[in-house]
């Protein structure tokens, strides 16, 4: 990969966090945090959204963009879902334990909290949100987080609702599942204080650890998504759209930058030539039979019938379609030029005219191919005029999706004649990204008037202790080594190892009592050992429930199961998810034995093997160890039968 001076450049970038909340219940509803599959969905429906003007009277360019696709959006409810999701009823106030959540990280961040918080409206039509808005509130502003390279600075912190889960892709347009719609969702805005790739990344780190800091953040892919916003010196601010892993975030901004370099040298270079977009033609009869058989099928009231081997131009002239062209003056050998890894600007042009419903796009820098022969490709030249320094772009599809995709590609080749657009990009999995719609304005916003503002209060708010405070704190109040204290803090279940040693709070099981907490070592290994052991032996682990963990944890520490017979029993709920862990231990015959049944059984195994005591007296020990293991069936705890098995050898020895 290519490395930059960044500072040279004039690299500027800046981070979105949104991290969902684990809260009881959404934002507007009291409906549950919890997601589902499609199949068990209890009823459908079915809407049409197009973009409002806002308070300004005006309308979103990039909500208008969307608007312009013509898309059916189909949405999944549920018996855990209802008529808020499905903006049927208005929304309820602002979630009490969302907003005290919310504010805990407005701490962290070091951050000034509003007087009052008003919930506005965002305006979105991609079907993601039934209303065709998105409820959104400031929280808090004018924060900051330190890296090695630097004070970053925290713009605003605000509180929103989750959008639906997209299912897939349909006939009509796209089917969303309510389930996720209107989970509380903080999102996290820094200031354009990051210089490098590298600092963008701990950037992330930093809040994504001061979020878990809170023990109240939904953990595990998806709930947690990384916009970043870059920008060089001479190129422009491109917001790049859900980074999924922290991993991507140096490589995104490395890609972006080189993007944007190749853009502005592609501009330069094109006005060097005095290069021009020329118009959109139809260049249908460059692909099909005769002109007389082509007319003869016209008046015959036919589909133009294609003497091409071109699949993709096939499909679309028989199905009546059309294919369309622009040339491109001047533009031969920089469509194909590659602006980042296996990306083009011809990618780009491409991208745009998708937008509009189109599969892509052919140029003739990369033809022939595909089907279309040289030949073709001169005659193409031909009917666009276009010289052996020019290029031109096609799309084949139906006519009314040809000529608006073709005219978008038309648009974006325009634009890199002249500059790096500003944009929305969606980050893709191998760090490179694709356009998405334009930036959008601040005539999205309008204010919800069906929600009342809160006035939130900070006083009663306990800033959480950071996860490096933890790893310190269970080395020295629980005695755990560096490596577990970290493995538990830093993990998913750190809240339950809290509950379950009794960090601040009574420690219930699920008959109503209480303790002052487990051996935090058992808890602790039991958490990130013994389950990570149990999920690479292919155990359904996330079948297990926090009461599953909570309740075997606490037999095996009060002496109830030995602990050899722990994983047995998490073995057997997670196999058996609805049996309570009382329920498995008598199914699975893991009760504990007492001291008399251990000497019996010990004693049998020494008995049966007397003649190897004598011969070899404690050099006996390990083979004799297992098999009274074995025979106990692991009902009994191995420090008890070790020490019973040492005294009978040596009485026999």
Partial sequence: ?????????????????????????????????????????????????????????????????????????????????????????????????ATEVALEIAQLLDMNVVDQAHVMRKIVVDGSNTSGFQRTTKVASEGEIETDAGTVGIEDLMLEEESAQRVEETDDGVRYSLDRLGIP?????????????????????RIGMLLRSTGAVKRGLGTIRQDVNVSIAEGARVEMKGVQSLDDIDDLVRNEVRRQVELLDIAEELQARDASVGDVQDVTSVFEDSEAQSASDHA???????????????????????VTAVPLYGFDGLVGREIQPDRRLGTELSDHAKRHGAGGIFHTDELPAYGVTEDEVSALRDAVDAGPEDAVAIVADDEETAAAAIEAAAERAAVAIEDVPEETRGANDDGTSRYLRPLPGAARMYPETDVPPVEPDVTEVETPELLTEKVERYQDEHGLDEGLAEQVAFGRRMPLFEDLVGDGVAVS?????S??????????????STLTALDRDGMPVENLTETHLRDAITLVDGGDVPNEGLEDLLTALAETPE??????????????????????????????NADQVEAEGMGAFSG??????????????????SEVLREEIQQRA
């Fill in 579 to 608: 049996l309570t862990a009382e329920e498995a231990v008598e199914e699975e015959g893991l009760g504990g034995v007492d001291e008399s049944e251990v000497r019996e059984a010990v004693a049998e195994v020494v008995e049966r």
């Fill in 300 to 322: 015959s009231g036919q589909s133009p019938r294609a003497d091409t081997d071109s699949d993709v131009i096939q499909g679309a002239l028989s199905s009546g379609g059309a």
């Fill in 515 to 528: 303790s002052d907490g487990v051996d935090p070592t058992l808890a602790a290994g039991t958490l990130e």
């Fill in 509 to 513: 099981d699920s008959s109503g009592g």
């Fill in 1 to 97: 990969m290519t490395e930059y001076d960044y500072e040279e450049l004039g690299l500027v970038a800046g981070l979105e966090i949104h991290q969902q909340l684990d809260t009881e219940a959404k934002l507007f509803c009291e409906c549950p945090t919890e997601l589902r599959e499609p199949d068990q969905s209890v009823r459908s429906f079915t809407r049409y959204l197009h973009p409002t003007k806002s308070e300004l009277g005006e309308i979103d360019e990039a909500a208008l963009e969307e608007s312009q696709v013509e898309r059916e959006f189909e949405y999944l409810a549920y018996d855990t879902t209802c008529l808020v999701e499905e903006d049927d009823e208005p929304p309820h106030r602002l979630d009490a334990e």
């Fill in 185 to 205: 969702l903080v999102e996290i805005g820094t200031k354009p204080d990051i210089r490098s790739p590298e600092q963008a990344r701990a950037a992330a780190e």
């Fill in 624 to 641: 004799l160890m297992g098999e009274a293991m074995g025979a106990l069936r692991g009902k009994a705890d191995g420090d008890l039968v």
